[in-house]
């Protein structure tokens, strides 16, 4: 059964955090982390920030071979950097338990993380493998959801689309933010992208508002702390 859990970490346990720990007044939003052969991409907006300088620091920190910035809106700048592949601790954790990440944002102080699980093994071993990182994790809550229907459910690719563009702020009116620049952050061509969109849109709004066309998501009940994932 799929697991959901909500997690905080002390900033100075993630890369990110811990990069950015001279700016306490910055807020992050970690849009996905992308694994590659030789090292991992993260993908993520920077609020409220001197962005010059913010992208300073990150091409000044070892862990870093690349920073790009690829789209800003009102005071928020997308940022994609290439880490190393000595990036260790709590994003090879991640992605050796192999988590979904669902949302993850941060400051200087303190970052929230919320995390899937295919299974509650999958979960412990993350757990275990934290531990043996030395990295202290908070477990704020807990889920067993209950997932939709296949022919119903947004894909990842449709998810990670609308929630990036609603938070670009591509959905105000007027925009914030452009389809063109919104594509090119997933390296996607425009005409893509908005497919995805619309997909996605035409996904929800079966699952919401005419649910004979789909099935009603269901929420997510929370569940206490399983002893078999405790720390050892």
Known sequence: MIVIA??????????????????????????????????????????DGDSAAIEETLRDDPLTNS????????????????????????????????????????TADIWDFRIQFDTRADMAHFRRLCTDAEISLTLRRLYNPMLPEESGALSNEQYEALVTAFRAGYFEVPRASKMS??????????????????????SLIAETLMPEFGHRGQRADPVSWNVDTDNR
């Not at 970490?9 to 990069?19: E, K, N, T, Y």
């Not at 992308?34 to 090292?39: A, I, M, N, R």
């Not at 620049?181 to 997909?199: C, E, H, M, Y």
């Open 6 to 47: 909500d997690i905080s970490v002390s900033a100075d346990q993630f890369p990110l955090g811990r990069i950015l720990e001279a700016y306490p007044s910055v807020e992050i939003e970690l849009e996905r982390l992308v694994p590659l052969q030789d090292g991992i991409i993260p993908l993520f907006w920077v609020s």
């Open 67 to 106: 920073v790009t910035r690829l789209t800003q809106t009102n005071s928020r700048v997308l940022f994609e950097v290439e880490w190393g592949p000595e990036v260790n601790g709590l994003v090879q954790a991640l992605l050796r338990s192999d988590a979904r990440l669902l949302a993850a944002e941060g």
């Open 181 to 202: 620049d919104l594509a090119a952050g997933f390296g996607v061509s425009d005409s893509a992208f908005s497919q995805r969109i619309r997909r996605g849109i035409s």
